[in-house]
């Protein structure tokens, strides 16, 4: 292979690395510095939390085994800035991160430019780390989707509703017509193929599976399909949900998705309170509300096999704003559409390794692999997602009651 | 059909009925009144709840609304022994079940003979019930698997450890090598034919699923061989666990099964504390510890279509008795062997319905429907299991963290 | 000193010990034996330990100590009926005392019996104890009270309501005109003096104390009464309530006095559901009600030593039934009545130590002395209080939170 | 009186008003902005919100009631910024204070510097509101302190353990001799006089008492010897603790005082971690803790009126540093010494009201009246208390498990 490509390949990295890790502080832009400590509950994170512990991905993984000579910042941020590797050892405990004033923004900006100063050597002088440098950077993404979503959530105990992004100035096309389209199943082949470019290692290895016949709705459900379930009674009929699903709305008085308010008329969202648009996309909704909401409807959820072979027909770019639009010629002639990019889509499929599935060795194999019990999987992406993510065989996963995400509802019936 | 014909099925389902209705009754007979109440935690029931609970199925499933003129004994019975039946109406608090002293335990066997006649009756009349019926009776079984677990657990917490049954005599055999068995998979039928005797609503409809090639342990693993984990540090190991197993692992301190004595030669049976026979099988770990051992051992568990698509080959009696003992001559050449009512085996396999699953219509319904989720599947019936519910398409499902059923492990690989 | 009379003594303390030990079990005659496991929370215990811990109070501090020879009956018994003593071992955990099926009632009655044929020699042989003796005495006196209270509790919460005793077959005299008796104050002595015969620790030592001027309500407050205060929203004001109070109306949603039902016509009695009589004495009210009844009623609670110094004017006998009756011709002239064996009564004292209080040496010094933080005074005794734990000096306490006891309120005013 | 000595009292409320205001602002001048918004635990509030609360003080009782034509900044700060004042209205929930991130500093900064500007005008014109600013002035200060003990409390959280003061040059005189000075009782007259300059309600009405004879020990308990009771196995022996107490310590696991480090040899301050001096007084002990080690030390706590009483025969000035050292000079002839302003002091007294108590009418009554319940008196205040807080009749309050304030033990016994 001649010099010349691999140059290009140097550089192409590079150039990767710096817009990747910039997009994540320029996220953080619209903010005040008072909004980046800012943890509602232990399931999301303050937004410096997120800078800095992106930025010890980095050096945990990449610098302090490969760089020779490398320093760390701060010894201590080791344990500050884990989130869940035991392999690496302690933890930070989560719930408190809010509570680590220090290191200080500043510090933490510090700490990001040293750490991508080494990096830069890295990437020239060490080609065979492409693959973990790429998982760094698609790390990196992800969080850059958490950071907007924990942040939503977290400012939404604020009554003071602050907006950290401008409102849409229109509604979009009306949600088009709910129709179902047909597909055969048999033998298929399911999830990632290895000669992919860059997947993550829970998306295979892809593996034949039997389909039955079944039928997918051409697209997500609308707030104003939702909010019909809510009238008829969704929220207080105890037959339309799982047993677990209805101790949870029991147990927490629930009687509607996340961040609408009681008049099911306006919604918090991150340019503040605004109206719910009943032909837009609908969204925070958990797995025992999509779930209840399709047997109030008699249809099912889709099996993520069943999700994954259809996506694979219909591949359109999402966006990167909170919109929920549906958009004009996207379901022309029944065909699926705003599968990709929109909206998470729960689908019935417990979140567990395809056959085959082995974790990598050392520490960085934790990342997928151990979270394989008790969640449930999303497809699809949705408008806060980054746009790589956005490919037919990524699997997203949360638990049953997680409602924080940009996750909503596709219908299936059995063929 | 002959008259004759129809008369001889209703002798045979009279007498089902009274062997089934006379064992729950036979089962408590060791027990003294005051343990007839006993509630240890949320998930276990008095042995006195059972006897009641039972009944109130065949008197709300079949004499109210079948049997002209039937009085129930008490209108507030619908409530109190109403397990989980929201189509019924309101449910008495679960935890709350050992405060019913009244009704009494006279009381309730009044209770029982009252329902017991008007059964009969019932019986006699209405061959179109049978169904219904037989649903019942199997209810009825499977709770006499549970009075005698939650009676293990219950008692327990009992210093005084007190035995309701009379220990082995002997050790029995010793485990034979752990071999492995081959599968070659490819597209297979799973779950039970519509052509079966009875069976539950959630173990078909049968279907085609493609199976990768895999292999299976000959045997359930041994308390001995557990042993050897826990020895090697598998406790304190976190790379061993999932991610929510290790937090249940730290959050409670464990260290070993439930009923295990910190020596970890004795444990808690039903004959009193007892010493831990190394040859014999493992029970009572749940779904983290399971996955714990499986993957100490380099191994996975097997999928419950891989657990059932080998047991269709492998058929044996099991025995209601609390023994554990590997039986003599099953394991010979390699052959699958204590797949059927020894242990109930964990398998990978999350409790979902299978394609084209719907639940009955009404409150029955909600019979094993409602619990698709946060489950997974154990296969095979256990030492109490109820003989007839011991065949390879039977799915129960317990939540990850449970651990008071006779549970334990059957290793796989892939193939 | 001659013989005869100590051996009249011997006599005596010999009848007193048969006569209340045998009260203890007459008062379990109305239970079913499946009554004799409930505790439906923490703070209440079964019936069947309230017998067994009385007797390990026996066995642990008289027979084990000073009978040579005294063989227990079962050694496991120290620690599983040992309710607090940290001086003695081991306790079983209180909130699992249901769980003690074993011993079982038979056996509680054989040790029973064993522990007081033994008792019986040592009451005629070491009149040195008679103190200790006679302190054991008053010990199975106060958990009688507390068998009634705890079974009253724990049966509320079965819907059948079974019934324990006779209802009253009228409602008694009308309560009498509130007035208020003035009291000039100055120095007085407080607490029991040296001489009285048996009282408490905690009663003394006597000391003396400076009264500012006040004035004692003649009777405590009424059924009606307390209607009034909630229909004037007594439970919806904040500005009536401590702040901690406030919290736990709250927290519970607290509209009403406990065993009330909603309709504020009928409560939960020993003898099952029963209308609730205007006329006669609230009880099962806790201390933040007590003190926001007193706030709303331009009042305040009396404190202990207010309440002593007016009580040692007015003793009248009370009676060991669940009444409230007002009794006739007690209240002329504005007299204090009621004052002792109707209704505990809160006071604004919280349980501290009187001035040179020292808890007794050894295990039985934790009778009283450790629980002298948190909780506050109530004076007089209830009508399931032992007849002669009736007296002016007497201190119970319990936690602001606590309603299960029979306590009621008497209003206070500065002079 | 002449209008020149009126002119003077407004300029001389006015500057304390501005001093005072400053000093707030003063104590956040070491903090980084990111420590503005921690909030470690209900109990502690943020910097940033005691900024505000202080200022909404001024605005909800002096500005919106009595200034003509006054504006609120912002109508959502009324609930974002009351505490407790029910008859204000709502209060955002206590333990959400750290996800207040708007107002953000800067905005707070602005809502101080126009409620400042306002009242200048009303101090100048509103002579008869001078009880009432000067409330808010001492409210003030009071979370002067809080600011400080809550901070400390929360940076604790932080392993990199950030310091924002300098630690003491030296460690100052060794503790004196323990010694106990006799005080002979009688009846006294105990609380604030009505012609005291500014106190709070709770320390009046002054009333006479009946003190029994008593001693009090001459100075507080040291480091080293609460070191010496941990070395006696203090935090090991249920015999020297309350019940609640012992429970406590169970619960959590409790070995030592908030901030010792587990080789009892360093302490987290405010200047980090530095180590512990054995002769410099003890803090951070909550009561269950310094009536345990009264209890060790054969003698028990001072009661609030023995306190006081002492207290008035020796006023020395407290210092605003975190200090803990003894002075020199103070304890000849063992007078008392350090009673007030180096730790607040734990007394055996539960905090109720005096007799005669009668909270203001209006929200402003619920500043101390409505916590008379469940708290215990703490005396002499604490290196971070105000210096005008520092006087014999100041009541503060903790419940029994606090530990977070600088609390310590001086040690009393029967005359």
Chains 1, 2, 3, 4 share one sequence.
Request: charge should be negative; aromatic fraction near 12%; hydrophobic fraction near 35%.
């Amino acid at each position: 292979m001649p010099e010349t490509v691999r140059q290009e390949d140097r550089r192409e990295l590079a150039s990767a690395y710096a817009r990747i890790r910039r997009l994540s502080e320029q996220l953080c832009q619209p903010l005040q510095p008072e909004d980046m400590s800012l943890q509602a509950c232990a399931d999301v994170s303050p937004p410096r939390w997120h800078l800095a512990h992106t930025t010890w991905f980095f050096e945990t993984f990449l610098l302090v085994p490969h760089l020779p000579g490398y320093q760390p910042v701060n010894p201590a941020y080791e344990v500050l800035f884990n989130s869940y590797y035991n392999g690496i050892g302690e933890q930070y405990p989560r719930p408190q991160r809010h509570l680590l004033s220090r290191p200080t923004q500043q510090e933490v900006m510090h700490w990001r430019h040293h750490v991508d100063h080494a990096m830069g050597q890295l990437i020239v002088s060490r080609p065979d780390l492409d693959a973990l440098i790429t998982l760094g950077l698609n790390h990196e993404q992800q969080h850059q989707e958490l950071l907007l979503t924990d942040l939503k959530y977290s400012l939404s105990f604020n009554p003071l509703a602050p907006a950290i992004s401008q409102p849409l100035t229109s509604d979009g096309e009306p949600a088009p017509p709910l129709t179902f389209q047909d597909f055969t199943g048999g033998k298929i082949q399911h999830g990632a193929n290895a000669d992919e470019p860059f997947t993550f290692d829970n998306e295979g290895p892809q593996h034949p599976v039997w389909l039955s016949p079944f039928r997918l709705a051409n697209r997500p459900i609308s707030n104003g399909e939702y909010r019909d379930f809510i009238n008829d009674g969704g929220y207080r009929r105890p037959e339309l949900w799982l047993s677990d699903g209805w101790a949870w709305v029991q147990q927490h008085h629930i009687q509607r998705p996340l961040y609408w308010q009681a008049d099911l008329l306006n919604h918090w969202t991150l340019a503040g309170l605004q109206a719910i648009s009943p032909g837009q996309i609908l969204a925070h909704v958990n797995y025992y509300e999509a779930d209840a909401y399709a047997r109030w409807a008699g249809c099912r959820l889709p099996t993520e096999q069943e999700w994954e072979h259809a996506a694979r027909q219909s591949k359109q770019p999402g966006s990167f704003v909170e919109n929920g639009r549906y958009q004009a010629g996207q379901a022309s002639a029944g065909l699926l559409c705003h599968m990709l990019g929109d909206v998470w889509e729960w689908t019935a499929s417990a979140y567990l390794p395809y056959p085959g599935f082995r974790s990598a060795q050392g520490a960085v194999g934790e990342y997928n692999g151990k979270f394989m019990c008790n969640q449930m999987v999303l497809r699809g992406g949705s408008c806060v997602s980054s746009q790589n993510h956005i490919r037919p065989s990524y699997r997203n996963f949360f638990y049953p009651h997680h409602r924080w995400q940009f996750s909503g509802i596709r219908l299936a019936e059995d063929g």
